[in-house]
């Protein structure tokens, strides 16, 4: 998969939780992705369709780090999974592929996104609507983990 598309995303992600939760996540080491399998506990998967490409990015959070960062970002403390913590997710996914578009579009590259979907639970699966390569990017933070994957047609 092409690097261009892939930097966006993680730039745009790293971006989001700094601004909107004063949360900073370092990136791990990238890998190819075989499984279906979610590496976090609540992920929200979005498509976006283009012109020469379409793909999926998904962005996994575990259950602490997601926890956290509703509470920095919304101020309040909540315990479990809920439908506040899938409504953020969803936002998060919203706000960082709007991120990425907006990259992407500067290198001529231009986007439709769908509505995002958030999908809970452990062991729970992410199914890109696309056939590529599936880049699994980790991210780590004082309050857990995140996973971005990326899969595109080019």
Same mark, same amino acid.
């Given at each position: 998969?092409?690097?261009?598309?892939?930097?966006?995303?993680?730039?745009?992600? &790293?971006?989001?939780?700094?601004?909107?939760?004063?949360?900073?996540?370092?990136?791990?080491?990238?890998?190819? /992705?075989?499984?279906? +399998?979610?590496?976090?506990?609540?992920?929200?998967? +979005?498509?976006?369709?283009?012109?020469?490409? /379409?793909?999926?990015?998904?962005?996994?959070?575990? #259950?602490?780090?997601?926890?956290?960062?509703?509470?920095?970002?919304?101020?309040?403390? &909540?315990?479990?999974?809920?439908?506040?913590?899938?409504?953020?997710?969803?936002?998060?996914?919203?706000?960082?592929?709007?991120?990425? #578009?907006?990259?992407?579009?500067? /290198?001529?590259?231009?986007?439709?996104?769908?509505?995002? &979907?958030?999908?809970?639970?452990?062991?729970?699966? +992410?199914?890109?609507?696309?056939?590529?390569? #599936?880049?699994?990017?980790?991210?780590?933070?004082?309050?857990? #983990?995140?996973?971005?994957? &990326?899969?595109?047609?080019?």
């Amino acid at each position: 998969m092409n690097a261009e598309f892939v930097n966006p995303f993680l730039s745009s992600f &790293i971006n989001v939780l700094q601004t909107m939760a004063q949360v900073e996540v370092k990136p791990g080491r990238p890998s190819l /992705k075989k499984d279906a +399998i979610a590496r976090g506990d609540v992920s929200g998967l +979005i498509g976006m369709v283009g012109p020469t490409a /379409k793909g999926s990015f998904s962005i996994s959070f575990d #259950k602490e780090l997601a926890l956290n960062v509703f509470r920095l970002m919304v101020g309040e403390t &909540i315990e479990e999974l809920s439908e506040d913590i899938t409504d953020m997710v969803g936002e998060v996914t919203n706000m960082v592929a709007g991120g990425a #578009k907006r990259q992407l579009g500067e /290198k001529g590259y231009e986007f439709n996104m769908a509505t995002p &979907i958030v999908v809970t639970g452990p062991n729970h699966t +992410i199914k890109h609507q696309v056939d590529g390569s #599936k880049v699994l990017m980790p991210f780590i933070s004082e309050h857990g #983990k995140a996973y971005i994957e &990326i899969c595109f047609n080019q």
